[in-house]
């Protein structure tokens, strides 16, 4: 599974954003795709995930009801929805894919930087 992440950008306080991840390779439809991101001097954490086949979804406590993860299957594409941003959310942004008999997340695009100004 390849992934190339777009999308990123310097936004405000309170603006929206939302990410693209497009998906190519291997049939996926047994993968979770995931967003995970970085921020300078801390670790890679986890955000959102969905099954694509089911398209189920999972958040990370602090961006519920405020990030949306979902999938087009026609286009390939993931996307990461967030609105109402803090500067807390500033971070380099990757997407990740992993079958779904998988424990951790093998395949990833490159990141994608969101800056948000207070």
């Known amino acids: 599974v390849q992934l190339q992440a777009s999308g990123g950008g310097l936004v405000q306080a309170g603006d929206s954003l939302r990410l693209s991840c497009a998906v190519s390779?291997?049939?996926?439809?047994?993968?979770?795709m995931a967003w995970f991101r970085q921020a300078p001097g801390k670790e890679r954490e986890f955000v959102a995930s969905i099954r694509w086949s089911i398209g189920s979804t999972y958040y990370e406590e602090s961006v519920k009801g405020r990030f949306t993860i979902s999938r087009d299957s026609a286009k390939n594409t993931v996307y990461l929805q967030m609105n109402r941003l803090t500067p807390e959310d500033t971070a380099v942004y990757y997407c990740?894919?992993?079958?779904?008999?998988?424990?951790?997340?093998?395949?990833w695009g490159q990141g994608t930087q969101v800056t948000v100004s207070s």
């Open positions: 990740g894919a992993r079958h779904i008999t998988a424990t951790k997340y093998a395949s």
């Open positions: 390779g291997r049939a996926f439809s047994n993968y979770f």
